[in-house]
């Protein structure tokens, strides 16, 4: 069955260091999403991403914070310059079309120090 | 606004007894609503969904979860529990009219954490 890949599974960082995050979307999918987990905290959406664009980020989703889908099958999350805050798990998400249930990769734990 | 309320962020159980984790949305369109269970160490798994149709709506491990309009929950039930259900369940949420460049981002609860115990 199809699945949403992410790498790294575990990152660890160094405050002001520039991160990439990556994911592979399941190949028919068509919208793509990036996600955080801070420990014991809820689940929170970051960005939609749709036709080589933008469609949706929240007030988290700020200029640290850029997406890319750099070919066919990667889609990335970059944090320029981390912060201690920024530590989380971060999920990727595709969905094969928009308002429907969304398939979820294993996540990445970013570390920042 | 949407918001997910899951009121128990533990529940602990016996196996073999019934459980039910509540979920409640607030929104002022109409939803769309998922369970997702994340076990350990694991990413988020989708359980269940509800589009459309019939408000009951099945897993295929045994979860069913009911969509009651009136009472805005989706709460999730099963008879009997086993040891391998212990993970955190997550609700969400997502509008059904999508608007505005919104394209459809889900809203989650805190999550519940289920524990079964022998």
């Known amino acids: 069955e199809p699945e949403v890949t992410q790498t790294p599974s575990h990152q660890v960082t160094q405050m002001g260091q520039e991160v990439i995050l990556r994911c592979v979307p399941i190949?028919?999918?068509?919208?793509f999403y990036w996600y955080r987990q801070i420990l014991g905290q809820k689940v929170e959406f970051l960005v939609s991403?749709?036709?080589?664009?933008?469609?949706?980020k929240s007030e988290i989703f700020d200029d640290q914070f850029s997406v890319e889908r750099p070919d066919g099958s990667n889609f990335t999350l970059k944090i320029r310059s981390t912060k201690l805050e920024d530590s989380a798990m971060y999920f990727c998400?595709?969905?094969?079309?928009?308002?429907?249930?969304?398939?979820f990769g294993p996540g990445t734990r970013l570390t920042v120090t | 606004a949407q918001s997910v309320t899951q009121l128990d962020s533990q529940v602990p159980v016996f196996e073999e007894a019934p459980v039910e984790l509540r979920c409640n949305y607030s929104?002022?369109?109409?939803?769309?609503l998922f369970w997702y269970v994340q076990y350990p160490n694991q990413g988020l798994q989708l359980l269940l969904k509800?589009?459309?149709?019939?408000?009951l709506v099945e897993s295929i491990n045994g979860f069913e979860a009911e969509f009651n309009k009136s009472q805005t929950s989706f709460h999730l039930r099963k008879p009997s529990v086993h040891i391998s259900d212990t993970a955190e369940y997550f609700c969400?949420?997502?509008?059904?009219?999508?608007?505005?460049?919104?394209?459809?981002?889900?809203?989650f609860g805190k999550g519940t954490k289920l524990s079964v115990k022998p």
């Open positions: 969400a949420v997502t509008e059904t009219e999508l608007w505005g460049g919104s394209q459809g981002n889900l809203i």
């Open positions: 929104s002022s369109v109409s939803v769309y």
């Open positions: 509800y589009l459309s149709g019939s408000t």
């Open positions: 190949s028919n999918h068509l919208y």
């Open positions: 998400a595709s969905s094969p079309r928009e308002g429907v249930e969304q398939y």
């Open positions: 991403f749709y036709n080589n664009e933008i469609s949706e």
